[in-house]
């Protein structure tokens, strides 16, 4: 196969990737076929070097996943260009090494143990990549799924990572079949593997329907008041409009639902943008102004997202990302908070704690502590801002929620920790406009869809920008709000003190693939050791 072939074949990959993804084409079928293509590249490359050519997939690999990456997240570039272009190339550069180790897995142990590496490479990669200071899970697999929630009603017993698995499994299959077909040029040589792969295509979706037309929301319901205040992040949140003028604007447009049987409102990230001191809110105008609807509604709770500072004192905290302030001689933190005016006159805090890396915080705080106040924070403050080692949920009268902030919501297993709290609902909280009318905010909407399935529990989600929803407990978006609009909406939703199997036990099919892919890649490097010193005879 001549290179620009493989060229070709590879941005095919990269491209039916892309459009498969939500909201940059939704054409969520191609997925399947996504990467036979590259597949087909890793073959030509396989029986180049069986033949003694030096050849390197990675570098095809490398093509058709920055394609993949460009299609479907190009619009990071709004928020931050030097952002964009840092996800885009690293990412695609991460997974074109996973895909190099399946290529080194085949050539020395053959078909069967390279395709299983394959997947647990993938599957071990993308647990990796959900929880170290470069995460960017945004393309996990199975999140592509995301535009078609019913097929995948059976995420509460394994989460997104069965969909990768899914994915691979009938990628590889294809692949075999065309194989088939290319070895012997005939189609029956190709009807079994296809029969195979076709089966294992319609069994999961047929799964998925069947639960979804059986499944009944669980828990008591409660009624929830959203609201979308729609403030120009860029030209008015953190500058043109005052701090309490935005609080008043959340509670004028709140009053409009509000009902004596609302038991929570709930406002968006950074709502609150003017940084106070946690233990000083009480005495602030934002806060006399929320205490002031609810004194007109007594029953209801208030969850909002605030630019919070915490203070520490003289004494160094046990915090990397903590500020010194040479005029007052204290260590602080920032923090993107949630907070909970509870109708017992507490206030409870929750700090956001999946940051966005290279804009809330600078990668790997303890080597480069030194430089976090170059990292451009988009809830209003610049530095890397402070985060909590454990999540918890808001506890009322009426049940428990799980405070979940922004980029929070990417996360599965992450999302889990707030129902092992106690949460039975969650309420996301977020400023999506830094993005501009783009997928992205379609995107992280979708991804809500499948943590409501994960967990099975009902969504309230409050934007500043839009889209603001409520997602019930199989995933459906019952009521949304349009873009760039002022707007409140009023539901009942169910809180599910139930786990699923997928809560209880996270992202066990990740965990497992990475202690097998060390083994794997272990028993490699022993075959490959072994076979030096034939290659030296």
Same mark, same amino acid.
């Given at each position: ?202 069994? &999961? ?48 447009? !709140? ?12 406002? &968006?990230?950074?709502?609150? &943008? ?150 039975? !609902? ?59 609009? &002022? ?51």
């Amino acid at each position: 196969m001549k290179k620009i072939h493989k060229i070709g074949l590879s941005v095919l990959s990269g491209v039916l990737a892309g459009v498969s993804w939500p909201s940059t084409g939704g054409l969520v079928p191609l997925i399947f076929i996504a990467f036979v293509p590259l597949l087909i590249v890793a073959q030509s490359q396989l029986e180049s070097s069986q033949r003694g050519e030096k050849s390197r997939v990675i570098w095809y690999a490398y093509i058709a996943f920055l394609v993949w990456n460009i299609i479907s997240t190009w619009w990071v570039w709004n928020a931050s260009s030097f952002g964009a272009v840092a996800a885009i190339l690293f990412n695609a550069l991460f997974v074109a090494v996973i895909f190099s180790l399946f290529q080194a897995t085949r050539k020395t142990l053959g078909d069967v143990p390279g395709f299983a590496g394959l997947i647990m490479y993938w599957l071990a990669w993308e647990w990796f990549h959900m929880d170290w200071d470069l995460s960017w899970p945004w393309l996990t697999l199975g999140n592509v799924f995301a535009g078609t929630p019913n097929w995948v009603q059976w995420y509460e017993f394994t989460g997104v990572n069965g969909g990768t698995l899914w994915i691979w499994l009938v990628n590889i299959g294809i692949f075999r079949a065309v194989q088939k077909y290319l070895a012997f040029s005939t189609v029956r040589a190709a009807i079994r593997p296809l029969a195979t792969t076709v089966l294992i295509i319609s069994v &999961p979706i047929i799964a998925g329907y069947s639960i979804y037309s059986s499944y009944e929301q669980q828990g008591k319901e409660v009624e929830v008041v959203v609201v979308q205040p729609n403030v120009d992040p860029y030209n008015d949140k953190f500058g043109g409009l005052s701090s309490e003028e935005q609080v008043e604007r959340i509670t004028d447009l !709140a009053r409009q639902k509000v009902t004596g049987k609302t038991r929570y409102v709930v406002a &968006p990230e950074t709502a609150i &943008p003017k940084s106070f001191d946690e233990a000083e809110f009480k005495q602030t105008n934002e806060y006399a102004v929320l205490k002031e609807l609810q004194n007109d509604y007594p029953k209801t709770n208030i969850v909002i997202g605030a630019s919070t500072f915490v203070i520490y004192g003289r004494m160094k905290p046990d915090s990397p990302t903590a500020r010194y302030a040479n005029r007052n001689q204290i260590y602080y933190d920032y923090c993107n908070t949630a907070v909970h005016i509870s109708t017992k006159d507490s206030v409870e805090f929750y700090h956001k704690s999946k940051l966005v890396p290279g804009v809330e915080m600078m990668p790997f705080p303890w080597l480069f502590q030194h430089f976090q106040d170059l990292a451009f924070n988009l809830g209003g403050t610049t530095g890397s801002l402070g985060r909590q080692d454990y999540r918890e949920s808001f506890s009322s009268e009426v049940g428990s929620v799980a405070p979940v902030i922004c980029y929070e919501s990417v996360y599965g297993e992450y999302v889990g920790d707030y129902i092992h709290k106690g949460a039975e !609902a969650i309420f996301i909280i977020t400023n999506d406009g830094w993005w501009g009318d783009t997928p992205g905010y379609h995107q992280h909407l979708k991804y809500a869809q499948l943590r409501a399935i994960e967990h099975r529990k009902s969504i309230a989600r409050s934007a500043n920008t839009g889209i603001s929803a409520f997602i019930n407990q199989k995933g459906e978006i019952e009521q949304k709000t349009s873009w760039w609009e &002022p707007d409140v909406i009023s539901s009942k939703i169910a809180l599910n003190p139930e786990k699923t199997f997928y809560t209880k036990h996270g992202d066990y099919m990740s965990r497992t693939s990475l202690a097998f892919s060390g083994l794997l890649l272990l028993l490699v490097f022993v075959r490959r050791r072994q076979a030096e010193p034939d290659k030296k005879k």
